[in-house]
């Protein structure tokens, strides 16, 4: 399983990066503009992309107080769910690159049957018991709906951006 859970979290990174590439290369009125989506724009459904993603490595961090690089300046952050937490494209992406170098590190150091750790989860509505795979495939799972999300509006807008595919094993 851990195997299997680091090609998927390689690539989620590769696909985040992939998508702020595109960012990059759009206007401020496409980047901002009111799409109708869950989050309402491309910025803002990349930015729910990485308060998910620091959600869930804040529960990492809780569990596993002894792996440092879980905590990180954006772990503190308070972030406002559902609303924009980042000023800009460069402030988010920094955001999404420590985020997913966090998430790598943990994948890289832990011993595979770390996985089935019990940890406790402060969910929305009320503590969970997973486990740290579990935990790990839902941070998947979230950004890869919401990349989903985002591609539906490039592909209606005419902006190329095929980042799907798993990387090799």
Same mark, same amino acid.
Not at 18 to 45: A, E, N, P, Q
Not at 125 to 130: Q, Y
């Given at each position: 399983?851990? @195997? ?7 690539? $989620? ?5 992939? #998508?702020?590439? &595109?960012?990059?290369?759009? =206007? ?6 009111? @799409? ?7 910025? *803002? ?5 990485v308060e *998910?993603? $620091?959600?869930? &490595?804040?529960?990492?961090? =809780? ?7 879980? !905590?990180?300046?954006?772990s503190k ?9 980042? +000023? !800009? ?8 690159? +420590?985020?997913?170098? !966090? #998430?790598? +590190? ?11 750790? =019990? &940890?406790? #989860? ?6 969970? !018991?997973? =486990? ?11 950004? #890869?709906?919401?990349? *989903? ?7 209606? +807008? ?12």
């Amino acid at each position: 399983m851990h @195997r299997y859970i680091k090609l998927l979290l390689n690539y $989620n990174c590769r696909a985040n990066g992939s #998508v702020i590439s &595109i960012f990059k290369k759009l =206007t401020s009125d496409d980047l901002y503009k009111d @799409r109708g989506s869950f989050m309402k724009s491309l910025f *803002g459904l990349m930015d729910h992309i990485v308060e *998910g993603e $620091n959600y869930f &490595i804040k529960q990492l961090e =809780t569990a596993y107080p002894a792996l440092s690089f879980l !905590s990180h300046k954006y772990s503190k952050m308070e972030s406002k769910y559902n609303e924009i937490n980042f +000023t !800009s494209l460069d402030e988010m992406t920094d955001a999404l690159k +420590t985020c997913d170098q !966090s #998430v790598m +590190t943990f994948i890289d150091s832990i011993k595979p049957d770390m996985l089935n750790d =019990t &940890i406790e #989860v402060e969910s929305f509505n009320g503590k969970k !018991s997973w =486990t740290a795979a579990y935990l790990l495939l839902q941070l998947i799972n979230h950004s #890869v709906h919401h990349r *989903g999300q985002i591609s539906q509006i490039l592909d209606e +807008t005419g902006i190329e951006n095929d980042y799907s595919g798993l990387p090799e094993l």
